[in-house]
């Protein structure tokens, strides 16, 4: 994917990393990583979520690349990492897997951040022996571990049978979704953003959103229908912190609190008043200033570093 395709310019355009690499996973797709910051930094690992990319991170990495070790990237499909046949909840745990081995060294322990469906990568990798050896802590944004389309509120009648039905036509939609419109960011900040969201934000959402390829979109669709990680979520044994916003219609908060009642470890639920489903870009600092927290209470620093 190249960068044209988003904001060029302020928070929200995509930082230029230290180094890039192509990470092979478990089956062979091919992943696209960045690294931002100085290299002996403690390091953070940021998984971003449905029909998003790299670039969904930008004001997470400029802040905490100042002082962190910052990896990024694309889920299979995503950005610029090529389509793969395999979409599955353990695809995601063989790609994260295969990127933590890839960009920190034996043993080496990292906070990891995931949105939304990154939220539900880290589920799926709970139990991998990789994922145990890097994680020292978790954030989890705006994700869900099942029931993501019966939970929904995108479209706003009674909870039921039919608003099931309407969601999974919504989200599953197989239409391309267009160049960037005024009328595609008012569709865009309905579906997935408080009604405070600044212009600037619901832009650069829109520009990342409408770059994932239609197939892609819809592909994913699919396995986020059926997931159930709550057995992922009973073994994320980490220090664990769940932030959402009040406003989310696509993983409401009713989600978050299911999440911290499951958590072995958890450290509570932020709760974002009037903030929606893109809590990293509706709330950089927050989410930013709750990575860094957790970098500072559960991250050895290197000696020399």
Same mark, same amino acid.
């Given at each position: ?8 310019? &302020? /928070?929200?355009?995509? /930082? ?16 696209? !990583? ?10 953070? #690992? ?52 295969? !990127? ?18 990154? &939220? ?34 995108? #479209? ?87 932030? !959402? ?61």
């Amino acid at each position: 994917m190249s960068r044209l395709t988003h904001v060029l310019s &302020g /928070p929200y355009a995509p /930082p230029a990393p230290v180094r890039e690499l192509t990470v092979l996973s478990a089956d062979g797709a091919r992943l696209h !990583v960045e690294v931002h910051g100085p290299e002996g930094a403690s390091p953070v #690992v940021l998984a971003h979520g449905w029909t998003c990319s790299t670039a969904f991170w930008a004001a997470q990495i400029r802040e905490l690349a100042v002082d962190h070790r910052v990896v990024v990237y694309d889920q299979r499909g995503h950005g610029r990492s090529p389509a793969s046949p395999a979409c599955s909840a353990d695809g995601l745990a063989d790609d994260l897997e295969a !990127v933590l081995e890839a960009t920190l060294g034996p043993g080496e322990k990292a906070v990891i951040a995931g949105h939304s469906m990154g &939220g539900m990568t880290v589920m799926a990798a709970a139990e991998r022996p990789g994922f145990r050896e890097h994680a020292a802590a978790v954030l989890l944004c705006s994700t869900g571990s099942s029931r993501l389309v019966a939970e929904s509120t995108l #479209v706003p009648i009674r909870a039921g049978r039919l608003r099931t039905w309407l969601t999974r036509r919504v989200l599953g939609a197989r239409a391309p979704l267009g160049p960037v419109t005024p009328l595609a960011l008012w569709i865009l900040k309905y579906g997935t953003m408080g009604p405070g969201s600044a212009p600037h934000m619901v832009e650069a959402c829109a520009r990342i959103v409408h770059a994932c390829p239609r197939k892609v979109r819809y592909a994913w669709s699919q396995v986020l229908d059926l997931l159930d990680l709550d057995h992922g979520v009973r073994q994320l044994t980490v220090p664990t912190a769940v932030v !959402v916003g009040t406003a989310d219609r696509l993983t409401p908060p009713v989600h978050a609190h299911r999440l911290a009642a499951a958590l072995p470890n958890c450290l509570g639920v932020t709760e974002l008043p009037g903030l929606g489903h893109m809590t990293p870009i509706e709330a950089p600092e927050l989410v930013s200033a709750r990575i860094r927290e957790l970098v500072s209470t559960y991250v050895q620093v290197k000696e020399g570093a």
